[in-house]
């Protein structure tokens, strides 16, 4: 069945790289596929738009997928994701004065997540003796790994994410004013973002994301289940095309090219997503530059396949963080929304990944491997976790 034209949500960031290649450098036009693109402000919109089916397929925060796919925190709608668009490209930007802080209180390099949380704690409990209003942290998403990362990171140095601070709910543009403003003391978002903070002297990145998770999926093409049954042919060709742009934005002489068609779409200078795209972050107002190749991985070291045990992470944190229980038949439905069948079938079967690759899949900073076929013993590692759902303001 022809799928006509396709419409396709997505957010302003850089790890929409593949998707906004594919389609503005002609990578989906060869394939026959006639797309068009619509910015969204929030990820609420684009997965309300993608479940009512106002979306084909959406540019999608990769635990949105599996929520989704589980019911929980909305109406459930059964998602299939056939291809990552991104691994990795988050990072944690303070205020000036918070970094300040920490730098101060901190025991060892504040590069180092454990010991940048250990001081984060510090300033907690600084703060406490002094009633002063807890921190405030903004994310994008409950079901984000934003919300996941910044979590993992405090919980690490001791301080209790639903007791000791405030996480909110922001959309990605609106992270910078709201750092600008003092509404918010730090936050994790991904590209652009961070850099906008940067450059307008307001922020100081702390931390990427890969050194909290060194790889993890973050943002993935998704589309209903049903549309995936009743439309196979275009979904292939889709899979190609975005395959085929992935591969193409990781060459370094389209560096150029790549940057300027972001560029367009986010309304930033192509200088900007440049950064993002080579991991050669500038992190402070000062120019000091960060050099990570695994900043953010479009289509190299198999970032564009899906993985059931990225899928089996988002669910460990789920729980983790009380948004739903723990069940086995939920982890075989989170984990049963990434397909890899679909992208092999489309583009051939994958390449081995290197040797530099983390051996459980994810790499996380501090604790034990992932193991997912055992989330409870997960869980029983941490001693900070909670039951209940957490407490997050949402701000408009």
């Known amino acids: 069945m022809s799928a006509g034209k396709l419409r396709i949500g997505y957010i302003p960031l850089v790890d929409a790289a593949a998707l906004i290649v594919a389609v503005d450098l002609g990578f989906t036009a060869a394939e026959n596929l006639d797309i068009e693109l619509v910015r969204e402000v929030s990820w609420s919109n684009v997965r309300d738009k993608l479940n009512i089916g106002l979306f084909d397929a959406a540019h999608l925060l990769a635990p949105v997928s ?38 101060g209180l901190a025991d060892g390099d504040i590069a180092d997540p454990k010991v940048s949380a250990l001081a984060l704690a510090r300033v907690v409990a600084e703060r406490k003796t002094r009633n002063a209003e807890p921190l405030t942290f903004g ?9 996941y990362q910044l979590r993992y990171w405090m919980a690490a140095g001791g301080v209790d994410p639903d007791e000791d601070v405030r996480l909110v709910v922001l959309p990605p543009p609106y992270m910078v004013e709201s750092l600008t403003s003092g509404h918010v003391d730090g936050f994790c978002v991904g590209a652009p973002w961070n850099s906008v903070a940067v450059d307008a002297g307001i922020g100081r990145i702390l931390h990427f994301g890969c050194e909290i998770q060194a790889r993890m999926t973050e943002k993935v093409f998704g589309v209903r289940e049903s549309w995936a049954i009743e439309h196979p042919d275009t979904l292939a060709a889709m899979i190609r095309a975005l395959s085929a ?4 934005a990781e060459a370094p002489e389209n560096l150029a090219a790549v940057s300027t068609a972001i560029a367009g779409r986010l309304g930033v200078t192509p200088e900007l997503v440049g950064r993002a795209l080579t991991g050669n972050m500038k992190v402070a107002a000062d120019g000091h530059l960060r050099l990570n190749g695994r900043y953010l991985n479009i289509g190299k070291n ?3 396949r899906p993985d059931p045990v990225q899928a089996a992470w988002i669910y460990a944190q789920i729980v983790r963080w009380g948004q739903a229980p723990l069940a086995d038949e939920s ?15 489309a583009v051939g079967a994958p390449q081995p990944l290197g040797p530099d690759e983390p051996g459980d899949g994810i790499g996380a900073f501090i604790g034990p491997a992932f193991n997912p076929a055992d989330i409870a013993g997960h869980l029983m590692y941490w001693r900070i976790k909670h039951p209940g759902r957490p407490r997050l ?4």
């Open 245 to 248: 742009a992935a591969n193409f």
């Open 302 to 304: 198999g970032a564009a």
């Open 331 to 345: 982890l075989k439905l989170a984990q049963a929304v990434f397909r890899p069948d679909l992208f092999d079938a």
């Open 66 to 103: 599996v929520s989704s796919s589980l019911g929980i925190g909305h109406v459930r709608v059964p998602i299939v994701v056939p291809f990552n668009l991104g691994l990795n490209g988050n990072a944690i930007t303070l205020s000036p004065r918070l970094y300040s802080a920490l730098s």
């Open 393 to 396: 303001s949402l701000v408009r």
């Open 139 to 147: 994310m994008t998403f409950p079901f984000s790994h934003h919300n």
